[in-house]
């Protein structure tokens, strides 16, 4: 199977063949998938060098002009380090566009903390009107991709990671979806961490939500869940920084009592390199650990 980030090079090099509005603005990252799409429409393709700030203001730019800009790097890089450009070149000029991540919070150890951005969602919450996906799969990132693109004006971010839940899920409305039904309480696993999710939880009388989009948050489809077993208590699985969707969690159930648990990558710094795996069970995002952070805190009966 094929990573988010190659298929986001394929299908964005196949849609740069059909829609003459779209362009790609990259700061070397992923530049050698792109060298086709490059020979095939070089004034489209545009390659602005290590050069953060100058790839999200090049995109901001080329919206103005009325281009479908597509700016992409690594989380870091393409968030947290030009996020005064984000700021201005595309939320104060009102101007849209797609910004597409790659390495996720820690998906690349070896980079080390420079390449970790476990706070972007958080950061982006700070400005208004972005849309943001996370992808599970490929095929979710496929999907989502060609829906941002085809977005209108608006401003998307989309997140892809180098984990992937096994199987995909239709992502056709951007709603949370329902993955199980139970009474003793609600898990919102979002993007790749709905595989350990769904281990972790195996047996358990609980609900199960699947978030491959995560703003807007969708209100309707957790006071949903929470209603239907009169238990309002919330767990939020998320694989950036913990806690980034609790306030929105408990702004929609704020006409009901009700607890939540935001669960995620935690602040410390791992400054050991590590594998992708080991990142991901020292930050307790793994099954077992799920499963004992979980229960300890809804403590559902079995079934």
Known sequence: MDTMRERFISVTSRLLDEDPRLAVVLAE?????????????????????????????VGGGLALTGMRPVVHTFASFLVERPFEQVKLDFGH????????????????????????????????????????????????AEALLRHAYAAGDDKVYVRLSQQSNTAPRPVRDLRFQTVREG??????????????????????DLTVLYAP???????????EAAGRGGNA???????????????AANDALAQVPHRVLGLGV????????????????AHGLDPHSLRERITGFLRPPAR
């Open 93 to 140: 000029q009102g101007a849209g566009g797609v910004l597409v991540s790659a390495s996720a919070s820690y998906d690349w150890p070896a980079g080390g903390f420079t390449h970790m951005a476990p706070g972007d969602v958080a950061l982006l919450d700070t400005l208004d009107g972005w849309t943001v996906h996370v992808p599970g799969h490929p095929d979710e």
């Open 29 to 57: 990252i992923s530049m050698d998938g792109f060298l086709p799409a490059r020979q095939r429409h070089p004034d489209r393709v545009i390659n602005v060098g290590i050069r953060e700030q100058l790839l999200v203001g």
């Open 266 to 281: 935690g602040r410390a710094e791992l400054r050991r390199y590590g594998t992708l795996d080991e990142h991901t069970a």
């Open 233 to 247: 208590d919330v767990v939020l699985v998320e694989p950036y920084l913990a806690g980034t969707s609790t306030t």
């Open 183 to 204: 009474r003793a309480g609600v898990v919102l696993a979002v993007g790749p961490l709905l595989d350990n999710v769904l281990a972790a939880t195996e047996g358990l």
């Open 213 to 223: 989009t995560v703003r807007p948050f969708d209100d309707a489809a957790l006071r």
